[in-house]
């Protein structure tokens, strides 16, 4: 029932030849951070997902780290952008080309992978992103500040947007919108320079793609269509939505948990985990 997909390329993960600590920012951190958004994650091996994934379940699909493309790649992604799906991609997303066997660095692949126009920026400056609460819209107020956090290890190339149909939803040291989302007709384009969209902007992305979100207390959930999992990450009462009229039933105790209006209410230590039926 998961209808969020991480998709990580391993070639790029070649091809990129980054640091270690901060490609494991890029995939790992970019990856642990979808959990916390009490939607279900899948996550693929890029060409498994391009060539036998059923596309029709994901409303929303994450390429943290494809860096490298090829005219068949850009064509499979090219067909994900339809059906009002959200397509996310991140750092140098389409930046390296593959033309049999000859590579190169191009904006306009960049441009075109993910559906805006992007600009080389600046490589001397922090690769971090400003959600400025006055500015941007889905913070709720708060001042959100994401990316990589280690200055003394710089990473380049750092990517601003430089498109007038962009919504910007974060700002780079540059003053530059360096986070944003273009509505097309059919689909919907997010970019990040930096990694690791927080869990809390990811659920409103999510939310705004038509996902459904179980939780929105912080908690990881996973479930199929029998089962539900929980795993809180903070003490207190767990409100579950269910996206139709079913009960959930303790797979342990037996316990039915108490519903109203298809939410479930449930108390949970921080850390505990708790398996029910759908039923």
């Known amino acids: 029932v998961a209808e969020v997909a991480i998709v990580i390329d391993e070639r790029s993960v070649q091809a990129m030849r980054l640091n270690a600590p901060f490609l494991c920012r890029l995939i790992l951190d970019s990856l642990a951070g979808c959990f916390p958004t009490g939607a279900p994650v899948e996550c693929h091996e890029l060409h498994a997902f391009l060539d036998r994934s059923d596309h029709a379940q994901y409303k929303v699909v994450i390429f943290p780290n494809l860096f490298l493309v090829d005219g068949e790649i850009q064509a499979k992604v090219d067909r994900l952008k339809n059906a009002g799906r959200t397509l996310i991609f991140s750092f140098?997303?389409?930046?390296?080309?593959?033309?049999?066997?000859?590579?190169?660095?191009?904006?306009?692949?960049?441009?075109?992978?993910?559906?805006?126009?992007?600009?080389?920026?600046?490589?001397?400056?922090?690769?971090?992103?400003w959600m400025d609460p006055d500015r941007v819209p889905l913070t709720d107020g708060d001042d959100i500040r994401f990316g990589w956090l280690c200055p003394e290890i710089p990473v380049k190339p750092i990517f601003s947007i430089a498109d007038p149909a962009v919504t910007p939803l974060g700002f780079l040291h540059s003053g530059n919108p360096g986070f944003g989302m273009r509505r097309h007709v059919e689909w919907t384009g997010v970019f990040s320079a930096a990694p690791c969209i927080p869990p809390e902007i990811l659920r409103k992305i999510f939310h705004g793609a038509g996902v459904h979100v179980f939780t929105g207390s912080g908690d990881v959930v996973y479930a199929n269509r029998s089962l539900l999992a929980c795993s809180a990450s903070s003490r207190g009462v767990k409100t579950i939505v269910m996206p139709g009229r079913e009960t959930l039933r303790d797979a342990l105790t037996g316990e039915i948990l108490a519903a109203e209006h298809g939410k479930h209410a449930v108390f949970m230590k921080r850390h505990e985990t708790r398996i029910f039926w759908r039923e």
Do not use: H, N, Q, V
Not at 113 to 125: F, N, P, V, W, Y
């Open 92 to 129: 140098a997303a389409g930046f390296a080309t593959d033309c049999r066997g000859s590579r190169a660095f191009s904006m306009e692949s960049a441009s075109r992978l993910t559906g805006m126009d992007l600009a080389e920026a600046r490589s001397d400056m922090p690769l971090s992103i």
